[in-house]
C-alpha cells in the first residue's frame, strides 16, 4: 500500500501548455506539501496546506496552482508551462507541523517541458 | 532558520561505517537536527531526529555534543542499497511543518 502517490510519474508536454499532478495520501494526515527538486539536486518546499487551508506559499509564480479537495488529496496545477518549469515534484504528507514532524514523500513527478 | 553545511560527497566500502557530518553554527536553542535519506528516482525518507546527545534506532544512530554547532550521521556496516544522498537539516517546523533542505552528502558505497 502506497502512503503517498503521485500520477504521473513523468510528464512531458510543450510549452504554453496547462498540466496537473495528482496526489493522494492514505495516512490520514492532516498536512500536505509540494516540493521541487531541480537539476542541482535542490529541494525547495512550494506550498503546504493544513486541512484543506493553505499555509505556506513560498514565491511561487501564480502559474501554479494547487487544490486540495479533501485531507487526503492535494493536487497542483500548472498553467502556460515553461522550460524552467522541468524539475522533479514531490508530493509530502505530515501529521501535523510541529518540531517533530516526520514527512513522508511520494516518488515524485518528473516534468519535463519542451 | 539554522544553516547547515554537510560533504557533498563521501565514498565508502560494503561493511564499513560511515559517518556523516553536519555543521550548524548558528542552531537556536529549540531547533532540532533531523536527517533524511534520498534514493535515486525516489522522495526524500525520514531517519532520524535529535535534539541532543544521542539518538538510536534501527537504521542509524546520531550524535550531537554539548554545543549542538555540530552533528554526526552514523551508518553501521553500509551496504551498496546505502548508496544515496543524505539531507541534514536543522530548524523548528513551526512554520506549517515546512523543512529546508540543503545540498546533502551523496554517499557512494562500493563492493
Request: glycine letters at 6%.
Amino acid at each position: 500500500d502506497t502512503a503517498v502517490s503521485q500520477t504521473p510519474k513523468y510528464l512531458v508536454t510543450q510549452m504554453g501548455n496547462d498540466k496537473s499532478i495528482k496526489c493522494e495520501q492514505n495516512l490520514g494526515h492532516d498536512t500536505m506539501y509540494w516540493y521541487k527538486q531541480d537539476s542541482k539536486k535542490f529541494l525547495k518546499i512550494m506550498f503546504s496546506y493544513n486541512n484543506k487551508e493553505l499555509i505556506i506559499n513560498e514565491t511561487v509564480p501564480n502559474r501554479f496552482s494547487p487544490k486540495s479537495p479533501d485531507k487526503a488529496h492535494l493536487n497542483l496545477h500548472i498553467n502556460s508551462l515553461e522550460l524552467g518549469d522541468s524539475a522533479v515534484y514531490f508530493c509530502a504528507s505530515s501529521q501535523g507541523t510541529g518540531w517533530d514532524t516526520e514527512a513522508f514523500f511520494g516518488q515524485g513527478t518528473r516534468l519535463t517541458v519542451v | 532558520l539554522a544553516k547547515t553545511t554537510q560533504p557533498i560527497s563521501m565514498d565508502s566500502y560494503e561493511g564499513q561505517e560511515v559517518n556523516i557530518t553536519c555543521s550548524h553554527n548558528n542552531i537556536a536553542t529549540n531547533d532540532y537536527i533531523t536527517w533524511y535519506q534520498q534514493f535515486p528516482s525516489q522522495g526524500p525518507r525520514f531517519i532520524i531526529q535529535g535534539y541532543k546527545t544521542k539518538v538510536t534506532n534501527e537504521v542509524a544512530s546520531l550524535f550531537i555534543p554539548a554545543d549542538r554547532k555540530s552533528s554526526t550521521l552514523s551508518l553501521p556496516r553500509v551496504s551498496l542499497s546505502d548508496t544515496a544522498v543524505y539531507y541534514c537539516l536543522v530548524g523548528v517546523s513551526n512554520q506549517g511543518g515546512k523543512l529546508i533542505f540543503g545540498q546533502g552528502t551523496e554517499l557512494s558505497v562500493k563492493p
